[in-house]
């Protein structure tokens, strides 16, 4: 068997993400045909099989990053267990062996033979080499600790800080085959080669999306002054008319009736009479906005998209359902255009679908306001001085205190649940 | 000093220079032929590298069609990235073993050949820590996307020269949210031809090659 490892392509890289595999495991491959392809920066390239074989075991999947020396997989040569000649890329242990480059061609192999015992594991520096012959070390005993088990000049130094007196190197113990790493503790015999302990952490790069979504939420955190103010509405007659509808809604327009485009309509409604929540700061002005578009923020696996639907306000239920269902499902498969997440001048954030009560959202700059909506529930309230069950739903309203004040922001709030209250809208 | 053929091809289309490319790549593998450093300019194409996610392309291929902009998926290094008119591409082929074994070295070395290049013309251009590519404040004016095989690099550089910019609205160049400059962006009005000759002299102090200019015969 031979160990194909991360290569180290440049002095200063330390490790090298798997990109493709080019061969699948069980696959017969030839010395020198292209086998993986791992990508450091902003450069792929294509490792090169360092022995002919079979691709027996394939130990790092795709888009995983690994430590230079890492073995990335393995290859059985032959088929009758007679070694084909794999032309290891380091010469032979001879002590005066140059200086070697870190990243031969083709991929380095740390070769585990069966019976013979091997050399340590990974290359060795030239001054490691110098101190073993000096201090008549047989490396194979040296345990090393340098990345991928790598003997460093520490571990030569400890190794003879431990043995004492240079003494002549023992009768060679026959090295440990990879494939028994994972031999019984109490068992004798030379110390295990180093194990790969499990990490208490794990390093991911975020993705681009996550970068920009983080960028952007610290920028608006920035920019405004957040104060969250928090309306109980009750939707019981917007319940009862969705109950009544959402069968031949569903049937008509193959989507489903949500409380989601009611809110829509009332936040339009409301927006047009308190037209600096669909404004922008512009410096030391004050920028309002004739249209207005609603930004509906749309979760993603991964992140976060808020689509906007144009002059919302001119839109009826249906159309308003419509354009959310058409934007979600759009944004979930990422095929929306750029226009169409650019140019909202007010947002609303649908938590309520996730369980969640109310929330206090953050600001999509330049936008100086945002609702959301939280989970609608039946819930015992006093009317009329009686008990009744309806279904209560709370807006929490975001607002920029630099341009927006609290009296005005509970105004606005007011308005939307007078809307929504008092529904009057018999055709959607 | 090791020589290094150079080949101003002018325009040619994205397909037709990496055939091109490819060619010279197996021969210089081969060792038949000496280092390569093809200059040129594609007509406006849009490809997306091995790493290269989908969001970063804004626009869908219908629409880059409709825009006259063709659509190429490519076997390097980075993300999706804008060549057309008036950007000098470079496509160095090198054998990193007769220069140095070091990927990262050979994209710094990119980067400083770009920098001197941009400041013969005036133009302050540095490194973004992290960010490969040659940026004039934090706008990207160069992008770099480099291939591998044996050692034997190919892909290479894109400077804008006189890019027109708005191209760059269909895509997150590179996935990053960054701006885009070009060389006329910031004042300059210096042609292909001449930051092409400027380039050469820089990339033979960097990499210390004897740059013989070739006529293109392909």
């Known amino acids: 068997m031979i160990d194909v490892v991360m290569p180290q392509m440049g002095e200063s890289i330390v490790e090298g993400t798997l990109t493709k595999w080019l061969k699948q495991p069980g696959a017969r491959v030839n010395r020198d045909e292209p086998l993986f392809e791992i990508s450091t920066d902003k450069v792929d390239s294509e490792i090169p099989a360092p022995a002919a074989g079979v691709l027996a075991e394939v130990l790092v999947e795709e888009g995983k990053t690994v430590a230079i020396n890492t073995v990335v997989c393995r290859i059985r040569e032959g088929a009758d267990g007679q070694a084909v000649a794999a032309a290891p890329s380091r010469p032979a242990s001879a002590p005066a062996a140059p200086p070697q480059p870190a990243a031969p061609t083709p991929a380095p192999v740390r070769e585990v033979a069966d019976e013979e015992p091997a050399e340590s594991a990974g290359p060795l520096s030239p001054l490691v080499r110098r101190l073993a012959r000096e201090h008549n070390i047989d490396l194979r005993q040296v345990q090393g600790t340098g990345a991928g088990g790598r003997i460093t000049r520490q571990d030569v130094e400890a190794h003879v800080a431990s043995r004492g007196a240079p003494v002549m190197a023992p009768a060679p113990i026959p090295a440990m085959p990879a494939h028994v790493a994972a031999m019984p503790v109490e068992a004798p015999g030379p110390p295990p080669p180093p194990r790969a302990e499990q990490p208490k952490t794990r390093l991911e790069p975020m993705s681009v999306m996550r970068t920009r979504i983080a960028e952007h939420m610290i920028l608006s955190r920035r920019t405004s002054a957040h104060v969250t103010t928090v309306h109980k509405v009750d939707l019981t007659a917007i319940a009862r008319l969705r109950e009544r509808l959402k069968g031949e809604f569903q049937a008509r327009y193959g989507y489903s009736l949500t409380y989601l485009p009611f809110v829509c309509r009332a936040a339009g409604e409301a927006l047009r009479a308190f037209p600096i929540l669909n404004a922008s700061v512009e410096g030391a002005n004050i920028l309002y906005h004739n249209e207005i578009n609603l930004g509906i923020a749309v979760a993603l696996d991964n992140g976060l998209i808020v689509p906007v639907i144009r002059n919302a306000d001119e839109r009826n239920v249906v159309g308003l359902q419509r354009a959310i269902a058409d934007l979600a499902s759009r944004a979930r498969s990422r095929h929306l255009k750029p226009d169409e997440v650019t140019g909202g001048t007010f947002s609303i954030t649908n938590f309520g679908s996730f369980g969640s009560v109310f929330a206090t959202p953050i600001i999509n700059q330049p936008q100086v306001a945002i609702l959301g909506v939280g989970s609608v529930e039946k819930t015992p309230v006093v009317v009329d001085d009686a008990i009744a069950i309806r279904s209560i739903c709370y807006l929490a309203l975001t607002f920029d205190h630099r341009l927006i004040d609290g009296a005005l922001a509970d105004r606005f709030c007011g308005k939307v649940k007078s809307v929504l209250e008092n529904w009057s809208e018999q055709v959607l | ?218």
């Open chain 2, 1 to 218: 000093m090791p020589s290094c053929e150079v080949r101003y091809m002018g325009r040619i289309e994205y397909d037709r220079a990496r055939a091109f490319e490819q060619a010279l790549v197996e021969q210089r593998k081969q060792g038949s032929i000496p280092d390569q450093l093809l200059l040129l300019e594609h007509p406006p194409v849009v490809t997306m590298g091995r790493n290269g996610r989908r969001e970063n392309l804004l626009a869908d291929e219908q629409m880059l069609a409709r825009a006259g902009v063709d659509f190429h998926h490519a076997d390097r290094g980075g993300d999706v990235t804008f060549h057309g008119h008036g950007q000098l591409v470079g496509y160095p082929i090198l054998d990193l073993r007769e220069w140095k074994r070091d990927v990262v070295a050979y994209v710094r070395a990119l980067e400083e050949v770009l920098i001197g290049t941009l400041g013969a013309f005036g133009i302050a251009a540095g490194r973004l820590h992290g960010s490969t590519g040659v940026w004039v404040g934090d706008a990207k004016i160069a992008a770099i996307g480099v291939h591998l095989s044996r050692w034997v690099t190919s892909h290479g550089f894109a400077l804008n020269v006189h890019t027109d910019l708005q191209y760059f609205r269909y895509i997150v160049p590179c996935g990053l949210p960054r701006p885009v400059t070009s060389m006329q962006a910031l004042g300059s009005r210096a042609r292909l031809e001449e930051v092409a000759g400027v380039l050469v002299e820089h990339f033979r102090e960097v990499f210390g090659r004897r740059m013989a200019w070739r006529e293109n015969n392909d």
